[in-house]
């Protein structure tokens, strides 16, 4: 079938259950950016938002044979991205609700607290100047918990051997970036007047 565009969501499902791989890339391009539109309308972050059409695209995959309603497959991953977005809403609100390093300490000084929020502005500023498989590797090794090299190197398609050493010279190259800012890695300690 030349034009996918008149094909049901109900025949897409059940050319897809069959093998067509044409029938899979016609049901991404009619979803994809609703299912966007949907993450966004949540306000999550835009890595959380691919992660969650990520993730509800393999549930997608998962699922594909227990689908009881194939004509609403738009509705399905619309709810399974809006539900993934949820949680990683529930997630982060959570953890900002726990994360004591952003409190202040009372003995801190306002400039040095500000000088630290400045410092780690631009850490993330020159971060991303950094290239894509840099940012990508970094990323995925400062998750909490921290994945195990076997993840990493799954999920990033690279061997095992090359994410130690990529990883160091991301980091010296992350290194190199911030001393050409001249930025000051440290607050100056406080006046004593």
Known sequence: MDSWH??????????IRAGEPAAWRAL??????????????????DADAADA??????????HLDDLREPRYVGRWLATTVRRECLNTLTRTRTVLCNDWDDVSDPSD???GHFLRDERDA??????????????TLLR??????????????????????????????CL??????????????????????
């Open 140 to 169: 995925t090794l400062m998750a909490d918990p921290p994945p195990r090299y076997a993840e990493v190197a799954a999920a990033l398609d690279m061997p095992i051997g090359s994410i130690g050493p990529i990883r160091q010279r």
């Open 109 to 111: 000084s306002l400039d």
């Open 28 to 45: 991404t391009r009619r979803y994809s950016n609703r299912l966007w539109a949907v993450a966004r309308g949540l306000r999550v972050r």
């Open 122 to 135: 631009e850490l993330w500023r020159v971060f991303q100047t950094l290239d894509p498989r840099c940012q």
């Open 172 to 193: 010296g190259k992350l290194r190199e970036l911030m001393r050409a800012c001249a930025y000051p890695f440290e607050a100056p300690a406080t006046d004593t007047v």
């Open 53 to 62: 059409i990520q993730t509800a695209w393999l549930r997608l995959v998962e």
């Open 6 to 15: 008149e094909t049901t969501d109900e025949e897409l499902v059940s050319r």
